[in-house]
C-alpha cells in the first residue's frame, strides 16, 4: 500500500490545527496512511542569515524524504490542481507505486536544493498560508481526492 509523508519545517501545530490534521489522517489511514514529520526551523533574526536558515531547513528535509520516494513541494509558485485533478495525480502515483512526500517549507520558502530534487511543485493557490494551515489543508485536499478516486459522496462538486 501505498503510504504518504508529510515533511514541514515547523514544530507545534496549534491545539485546533493539530485536532483538524489528526480528523482527516484517521479518515484515511486506509487509503492513503499519513505520517507527519516535523522539522526544527532555522534559526532567523538580528545577526542571523536567512538565506543560511533557508538552506539548513532544505538540508534537513532532503534527510527526511523517503529513499525512493515522489517528492511534492508545496510552492506557491507550482502548478495550481483542482480537487479532481489532485484525484487524477493520487491515482497516477497509486499506479506508479512510490511513496509519496509532500515537502513544506520554513517562512522563505524552499531550499533551491529541494525544488530541484521534487518531482513536482504544488500550489494550493494565490493565497498566503500560515504553514501551519497549509499541513490542514492539504491533509483535508488528500482525503477529498481519495473519496473521489473510491466515488464516496464526501465530494460534491
Known amino acids: 500500500m501505498m503510504r504518504a509523508r508529510i515533511i514541514a519545517v515547523g514544530e507545534r501545530m496549534p491545539g485546533w490545527v493539530a485536532e483538524g490534521f ?16 516535523e522539522l526544527k526551523p532555522g534559526a532567523r533574526g538580528k545577526g542571523r542569515d536567512d538565506a543560511r536558515a533557508m538552506q539548513e531547513e532544505g538540508a534537513a ?5 523517503p529513499r525512493d520516494g515522489h517528492a511534492v513541494a508545496l510552492d506557491g509558485r507550482g502548478k495550481p490542481w483542482s480537487s479532481e485533478e489532485l484525484a487524477e495525480q493520487l491515482r497516477r502515483w497509486r499506479m506508479a507505486g512510490r511513496d509519496l512526500a509532500f515537502l513544506i517549507g520554513g517562512p522563505d520558502g524552499h531550499a533551491p536544493e529541494v525544488l530541484a530534487r521534487a518531482d513536482q511543485r504544488w500550489s494550493l493557490g494565490p493565497l498566503t498560508l500560515p ?4 499541513r490542514l489543508v492539504l491533509a483535508e485536499q488528500l482525503y477529498r481526492a481519495a473519496t473521489i478516486v473510491a466515488g464516496h459522496p464526501y465530494h460534491r462538486a
Do not use: F, S, T, W
Not at 61 to 65: D, E, G, N, Q, R
Not at 131 to 134: D, E, F, G, R
Open 22 to 37: 489528526a480528523e482527516y489522517r484517521k479518515r484515511l489511514a486506509h487509503e492513503l496512511p499519513l505520517e507527519l514529520v
Open 61 to 65: 528535509i532532503l534527510a527526511a524524504l
Open 131 to 134: 504553514h501551519m494551515l497549509v
